[in-house]
């Protein structure tokens, strides 16, 4: 009986975080689809507070669209293009290099091990403008401003968090099975790929989505890094837009713009909730 | 620090759980194309883009053009376009490239990191706030000599059609604005004044403001129309420039025009404050409150309930025009002793370093010819520099609102030029200093006023005004560094090769190094060199505009500068840490609890979990937006649920972000933290699940349930992630940027400027890259301080399952 209480008790916390925690979203998605005098007003706080959209303007989200960037519709899809290539390319690169590295930090016995192993912590807790405008002179030095190199390249050398993450994990995978394989024939590199990765896939799918929304929603490097507007990423080209559409009048764009920005975000996370949550969940039973 | 101190409690996961359901995986499948499809089609488009259509060389010469487009968006951007591809026909041979970062803050950042790298655009827009700055460090190219040339030659370019003061507000000698060379030419400007509901004026019974009203008339309208039942007498935006228009219209300013020292405290000068600020604080509805930060500025007079707002220039015109509930117009600058007013203007200029400086400077006169500025002009966003444009129908369009374009032009003629300091942070300073009395109320207008002398005066005694300094010795350093670099590699390799073991260690050795090799590559290049590079900097003075062969080596002045006479460095690491204070025990007592609870076996755990979790995904503006009005101090959110709540024990709601926010500025953006916990959420729920069913059953044996559980068996179990988190959160709150940045901009006074706000000021506003730098490595010691004395003192008290 008690527990049936606590249970009931537990369940209704839930419910009022997650209706905190969403109502957020739902406010933006009403105010996107509203009129623009509608919109002002319930973003100046003029004491409306919506919780439903009175006559949905769906052709707010066309219309928002289209005025991305400086070319009808080109903008956006521009931009969108340029994200999901450098998001690609960025989190399939984080996955390999930081796995790569923790395998031999984690599985190789070397001198010198534990010192890099500090080093790479410590860089962590460098505010990332302390390297802001020297890494910009080093890549200028190169001849690489003004192309995605610059934002793409040092994710193959992998990423501290996660290179930290996957030591974790990978110190705790039965020495029987490297044995095994090794006895098999293999060396590191086939051990990592053939026994490491496919036991990693939990943090690998962390890995995955969480430098995808870091680098989704990056801004200031694209911003110091690209130059023409055809190359600029979804991020740039919302900024540029709130400062269009930023104002009172036109909100209901900005919203509208800003949750389709969003939604890939969203839609990864609800698809991915599942491998991401239960794998660091079932993951931690001791091997 | 010592190496594996740190431990997840994560481990390999048994083989997947049973094959799915072959609905489920027929959409798994589904999904799985699409993504690859949308891949698919985002490299086809940036390929077919870079590849097949990339820069087609040749010999051509290739300009580079910046610029924003601010409140006109695609149609500015249209524009300069249009005239681009105009200038282009006519000179074939030469290519311009154009670059576009939206807005006037994105602009200036790209701008220097630009500059900084030795590869400025050719020609570009500034304002000019920004000139005498940029200017005196040298990066503009005089136009004068072009000018004298071009009328030799027979083909002059006609200044005298401009209106003088548009010149003269490019002008710079190295003292003072309006005088010596010429560094650029006005692309557009506006002169100043008030913009009024004509319809409120009705209602009250006021007639229209005349063109030579005085701030007697402006104060009686504001107040009849602030009678009126739920309207507002005037906006009255307090901006430097605007404040300083205020001032100049009694005859005085805040500064004498070598601004040396400051007039704020002349009895005259804090009078005229105080009338303003007793306008806003004594009296009922005459002005707004200043508590709003959302319904502020040029859009709060869109709700029609305000019957004045302003001094603001032409730039709100566009966005007014959209109004159809009411009619509106606009009113010149009341006069107080003077009639007098100020322009803002934007012009183009060449760069000091292009290589190409006769195309560029054929290029800046297309950009200015009539015809651009024509174009221009129907934007309705800024009036044309060139008079013949100004009064054609370009300009004065009937047909539009305002109808009273004429007292633009009016004003214009009688504007003088408005003198800024070379110091960029004068601004900054007058505004958060000023504004406590004049804006938020938090302050008396003599203390205010007292506060902005101190720090001005504290800014002359610096020890980075010492006077000349050294060139920095790069070529020594490298030097130097290199042979260092040998001698440790020298030393290191030695002692190596000394304790190297057997042969199979040394093949194993061998494949650790190969394996770890990107870490190290990557912490050479991209952490070893620019942590080398910016402590270098630290101690040098250095703009980052121009080359890094200008800095100058000042030693330990910027440290100094930072520890003695930097006010604002200890009131944002006060802010700072107050936050910290707040947001770390507060966030990770929440994201444990919030873990705690997803850790229950629920229905539906999953769909929660991923709720929690949502906040934490989204980022950006939109976020920001919400955020600025939930916790607005006059309609927001927060305070609509907390003012019903308190008022019966005698509370009211704090002004979160205005007069409180000395109190309660940081505790907010604590607040909005706390929504943001769920990847420390995730980490915990990973850690809970990670603890061993036996204990838990052990404890149950021994009949340990409850709370008392948690302390004995669940707190212990989770220690290490407990200090990894808490360490992750230490550095997260010391590096809060975006949200500030976005939503109060530091205001009011300094009360929100956290610190690596203040450090971007610093490199991004004030042109003082070498003094930022100082600050990053200040900040990189408390955050270091902070982590080991936190491993310190947790080193008893935390349990590691698998220290090995």
């Known amino acids: 009986m008690q527990r049936k209480a606590k249970q009931r008790f537990a369940l209704a916390l839930l419910i009022v975080g997650a209706a905190l925690m969403l109502f957020p979203l739902w406010w933006m998605l009403v105010v996107s689809l509203e009129t623009p005098a509608r919109a002002g007003a319930a973003t100046a706080g003029a004491g409306l507070m919506q919780l439903w959209p009175s006559d949905p303007q769906w052709h707010n989200y066309p219309d928002a669209l289209a005025e991305v960037g400086t070319r009808r519709w080109d903008g956006f899809l521009d931009a969108l293009a340029n994200s999901i290539v450098i998001t690609t390319l960025v989190v399939i690169a984080t996955v390999l290099s930081s796995s790569l590295v923790a395998y031999a930090l984690s599985r190789i016995d070397f001198r010198g091990r534990g010192v890099l192993f500090a080093v790479m912590l410590g860089t962590m807790m460098l505010p990332p403008q302390v390297t802001m405008i020297p890494l910009f002179l080093l890549f200028r030095s190169l001849g690489w401003v003004d192309s995605i190199l610059p934002l793409i390249v040092p994710a193959f050398f992998g990423n501290a968090f996660f290179i930290f993450m996957y030591r974790q994990f990978m110190a705790q995978v039965p020495e029987a099975l490297v044995e095994a394989a090794r006895l098999d024939g293999c060396g590191h590199l086939e051990i990592w790929r053939r026994v490491m990765l496919p036991l990693c896939r939990p943090v690998s799918a962390i890995t995955a989505v969480f430098t995808f929304i870091f680098v989704w929603n990056d801004f200031l490097g694209p911003l110091i890094y690209l130059h023409s507007e055809e190359k600029a990423t979804l991020a740039i080209a919302l900024n540029s837009f709130r400062n269009q559409y930023g104002g009172l009048e036109d909100v209901q764009y900005l919203m509208a713009v800003s949750l389709v920005t969003m939604l890939p975000c969203i839609l990864l996370f609800f698809g991915a909730q599942r491998a991401f949550v239960e794998g660091l969940g079932k993951g931690a039973v001791k091997g | ?804």
């Open chain 2, 1 to 804: 620090m010592g190496a594996p101190v740190l431990d997840l409690p994560t481990g390999p996961s048994p083989p997947r759980s049973p094959a799915p359901a072959a609905a489920s995986r027929f959409w798994r499948a589904l999904a799985t194309g699409a993504l690859g499809l949308v891949i698919l089609w985002a490299f086809g488009r940036v390929v077919r883009r870079d590849v097949f259509q990339g820069p087609t060389s040749g010999d051509s010469t290739t300009l580079v053009v910046m610029h924003w487009s601010g409140g006109a968006g695609q149609e500015e951007d249209q524009i300069v376009r249009d005239a681009l591809a105009r200038f282009e026909r006519a000179n074939p041979g030469i290519r311009v490239e154009r670059i576009n970062p939206g807005d006037a803050g994105s602009f200036y950042t790209k701008l220097q990191t630009m500059m900084a790298a030795g590869t400025p655009p050719d020609v570009f827009y500034v304002g000019d706030e920004r000139l005498p700055s940029l200017a005196r460090m040298g990066v503009l190219q005089p136009i004068d000599d072009w000018l004298a040339r071009d009328a030799a030659a027979g083909a002059p370019f006609d200044t005298s059609d401009f209106f003088d003061v548009t010149l003269d507000a490019f002008r710079y000698d190295g003292q003072r604005t309006g005088a010596g060379p010429l560094y650029g030419i006005p692309k557009d400007f506006t002169s100043i004044g008030f913009y009024y509901n004509k319809d409120l004026f009705a209602r009250a019974g006021l007639p229209e403001p005349a063109g030579d009203w005085t701030w007697d008339d402006f104060i009686r309208a504001a107040r009849a129309i602030g009678a009126l039942d739920g309207c507002t007498g005037a906006e009255f935006v307090t901006w430097p420039r605007m404040l300083r228009l205020y001032l100049m219209t009694e005859g005085l300013d805040v500064a004498p025009p070598d601004f040396t020292t400051l007039r704020v405290q002349e009895p005259e000068v804090e009078a005229a404050l105080q009338r303003l600020a007793s306008w806003r604080f004594d009296e009922d509805n005459t002005l707004t409150s200043g508590k709003s930060r959302v319904a502020s500025g040029e859009t709060v007079f869109l709700t029609g309930k305000v019957g004045l707002a302003g001094p603001f220039g032409r730039w709100v015109v566009p966005s007014y025009q959209k109004i159809e509930e009411f009619e509106w117009d606009f009113a010149p600058m009341p006069r107080g002793k003077v009639k007098t007013n100020v322009v803002a203007a934007v012009a183009w200029s060449v760069s000091s370093r292009t290589k190409h400086p006769d195309e560029a400077w054929r290029l800046v006169r297309e950009l200015c010819s009539v015809e651009s500025q024509t174009a221009l002009s129907r934007l309705g966003l800024a009036i044309p520099p060139r008079r013949s444009v100004a009064n054609s129908d370009a300009f004065v369009d009937t047909t539009t609102p305002p109808a009273r374009d004429d007292v633009f032009l009016a004003e214009a003629e009688i504007a003088e030029v408005l003198a800024f300091p070379p110091s960029p942070k004068f601004d900054s300073l007058m505004e958060t200093r000023l504004n406590q009395a004049v804006l938020t109320g938090d302050l008396s207008v003599a203390q205010a006023a007292r506060n902005f002398a101190d720090a001005w005066a504290l800014e002359g005694t610096s020890p980075l005004m010492r006077g000349e300094f050294q060139r920095m010795p790069w070529g020594t350093i490298t030097r130097w560094a290199c042979a260092l670099l040998a001698a440790a590699a020298l030393v290191l390799g030695a002692l190596w090769w000394r304790t190297r073991p057997g042969l199979l260690g040394r093949a194993e050795e061998r494949a650790g190094w190969l394996l770890a090799s990107p870490l190290v590559l990557g912490l050479a290049l991209f952490m070893a060199f620019p942590i080398g590079l910016s402590l270098l900097l630290s101690f040098t003075r250095w703009t980052g505009i121009a080359g890094v062969e200008t800095a100058q080596f000042v030693g330990l002045a910027n440290y100094e500068q930072l520890l003695l006479h930097d006010g604002r460095f200890w009131t944002c690491l006060r802010v700072t840490a107050y936050y910290a204070l707040l947001a770390v025990p507060l966030g990770q007592a929440f994201a444990l609890g919030a873990a705690l609870l997803m850790n229950s076996k629920v229905r539906g755990i999953g769909f929660f979990r991923a709720a929690w979790y949502l906040p934490s995904v989204l980022a950006g503006v939109g976020v920001a937006v919400l955020w600025r009005w939930v916790f607005d101090g006059d309609g927001g959110l927060m305070n609509a649920v907390l003012g019903p709540l308190l008022a019966p024990i005698g509370l009211a709601p704090p002004d979160w972000f205005g007069s409180d926010a000395a109190v309660f500025g940081a505790p907010a953006f604590a607040i909005m933290s706390l929504w943001m916990v769920g990847g420390s959420m995730m980490i915990y729920l990973a850690g809970l699940q990670g603890i061993p069913a036996e204990l838990y059953e052990a404890a149950e044996l021994e009949g340990v349930t409850g709370f008392e559980r948690f302390r004995r068996v669940t707190l212990p179990m989770l220690s290490p992630v407990l200090i990894f988190n808490g360490i992750m959160a230490i550095i997260g709150s010391f590096q809060v940027f975006t949200q500030a940045f976005v939503m109060t901009r530091g205001e009011p006074g300094d009360l929100t400027r956290f610190y690596v706000l203040y450090l971007y000021n610093q490199a991004f506003d004030f042109y003082e890259m070498g003094y930022a730098s100082a600050m990053a490595w200040l900040l990189l010691l408390v955050v270091l301080a902070l982590t080991v004395l936190v491993l310190r003192g947790s080193r008893r008290h935390v349990h590691y399952e698998a220290l090995r």
